[in-house]
């Protein structure tokens, strides 16, 4: 499957506005670490491997629309896409580093197709997501095109948000924002 979503902040009155007609999914509290390469070449290239509350997940973007990502969640396909034989364990512990590591509490709602997530980071981040899934990238423009229409109908403002790891890494660790973002 692959994930489109796009993050918004909206001011309190349009989040309660589109929460009206939402239903309460639940409230869950996400340990994340992401591991990559000294080099961080995993996290500039959009791939995320991590741990989220001790499950293996990997995420890629896909293409260059930067609002899709391919989600693996089988540790044997994990596996197959590092090319690697032995436990992730070991992979990581021989080979990368503790690139992020990010509590977020956050709290899900449904409302039609589209997953909302209200998310507060442990670093001082929030956002909300609104996310559909897809079959094929094929899909992924028209997903993305709802996202923005039912974002415009509570008139959020749809301009680009901070990225979660843009701002981790802003906040967090400036000497590797530098290095990943040297011209901000």
Same mark, same amino acid.
């Given at each position: &499957?692959?994930?489109?979503?796009?993050?918004? @902040?909206?001011?309190?009155?349009?989040?309660q %506005?589109l929460l009206k007609?939402?239903q309460? &999914?639940?409230?869950?509290?996400?340990?994340?670490?992401?591991?990559?390469y000294p080099d961080?070449?995993?996290?500039s290239?959009?791939i995320?491997?991590?741990?989220?509350?001790g499950k293996?997940?990997l995420?890629i973007?896909?293409?260059?629309d930067?609002? $899709?990502a391919?989600?693996?969640?089988?540790?044997?396909?994990?596996?197959?896409?590092f090319?690697?034989? $032995? $436990?992730l364990?070991d992979?990581?512990?021989?080979?990368?580093?503790?690139g992020m590591?990010i509590v977020?509490? @956050?709290k899900?709602y449904?409302? /039609?197709?589209?997953s909302? /997530?209200i998310?507060e980071l442990? #670093?001082?981040?929030k956002?909300?997501e609104?996310?559909l &899934?897809?079959?094929?990238?094929?899909? %992924?423009?028209? +997903?993305?095109?709802r996202?923005?229409?039912? +974002?415009?109908?509570?008139? #959020?403002?749809?301009s680009?948000v901070? +990225?979660?790891?843009?701002?981790?890494f802003?906040?967090?660790?400036p000497?590797?924002?530098?290095?990943?973002?040297?011209?901000?």
């Amino acid at each position: &499957m692959i994930e489109v979503e796009k993050k918004f @902040r909206p001011t309190e009155e349009q989040l309660q %506005a589109l929460l009206k007609d939402s239903q309460f &999914m639940k409230e869950v509290v996400n340990d994340d670490i992401v591991y990559d390469y000294p080099d961080y070449r995993l996290i500039s290239n959009s791939i995320r491997f991590r741990r989220r509350s001790g499950k293996f997940e990997l995420k890629i973007g896909r293409g260059l629309d930067g609002y $899709s990502a391919e989600e693996i969640e089988n540790e044997e396909d994990i596996k197959k896409y590092f090319n690697i034989s $032995s $436990s992730l364990e070991d992979f990581i512990k021989d080979n990368l580093i503790e690139g992020m590591h990010i509590v977020t509490k @956050r709290k899900k709602y449904k409302k /039609d197709d589209f997953s909302i /997530d209200i998310d507060e980071l442990d #670093f001082g981040y929030k956002c909300v997501e609104i996310e559909l &899934m897809v079959s094929s990238e094929s899909e %992924a423009d028209e +997903a993305h095109r709802r996202i923005l229409q039912l +974002a415009k109908e509570y008139n #959020f403002d749809t301009s680009p948000v901070p +990225a979660k790891k843009k701002e981790y890494f802003r906040k967090v660790k400036p000497e590797v924002f530098k290095q990943l973002y040297p011209n901000g």
